[in-house]
C-alpha cells in the first residue's frame, strides 16, 4: 500500500523558513509523482508545487515561485518542500500527495493526485 507521512511543520514568523518533509512508500518503481498541496481555513485545497520521481522535474504554484523549492531523496524515499520567506498568506494545513500515473506537463494547483498523507499545520505570523 502507498503511503504518505508529512513532518515538519510549526509555527514561524513572517518572513521565517521552514523545511517539510514527505516519507513515501509502496509505490514501484520511479515513475509516480509527489506534490505538496496545501489548505487554508475556509479555503479550496490547492497545490503548491510537485516533482516527477523519474526525471526531477518541478512545477510550481504562481503564488510559491521563488519562494518554495521541491526536491527528492530517492535513496531516503523522501520528499522535501523547503519554505522560505513566508508570509501569513501561506498559513494552511500542508498535505503530501502522490500520483502513480503522473502527466505532468498539465499539472497545475488543481491537479489530481491518487494518494494523500495526513497534513501538517503551518502558522505564519505577522
Known amino acids: 500500500d502507498v503511503q504518505l507521512q508529512a513532518f515538519g511543520g510549526g509555527l514561524v514568523q513572517a518572513g521565517g523558513s521552514l523545511r517539510l518533509s514527505c516519507v513515501v512508500s509502496?509505490?514501484?518503481?520511479?515513475?509516480?509523482?509527489i506534490g505538496w498541496y496545501r489548505q487554508a481555513p475556509g479555503k479550496e485545497r490547492e497545490g503548491v508545487s510537485c516533482i516527477g520521481m523519474d526525471d526531477g522535474s518541478t512545477y510550481y504554484a504562481d503564488s510559491v515561485k521563488g519562494r518554495f523549492t521541491i526536491s527528492s531523496d530517492n535513496a531516503k524515499n523522501t520528499v522535501y518542500l523547503q519554505m522560505n520567506s513566508l508570509k501569513p498568506e501561506d498559513t494552511a494545513v500542508y498535505y503530501c500527495a502522490g500520483d502513480s500515473s503522473p502527466a505532468l506537463s498539465s499539472w497545475s494547483p488543481h491537479y489530481g493526485m491518487d494518494y494523500w498523507g495526513k497534513g501538517t499545520q503551518v502558522t505564519v505570523s505577522s
Open positions: 509502496g509505490f514501484t518503481g520511479d515513475d509516480y509523482a
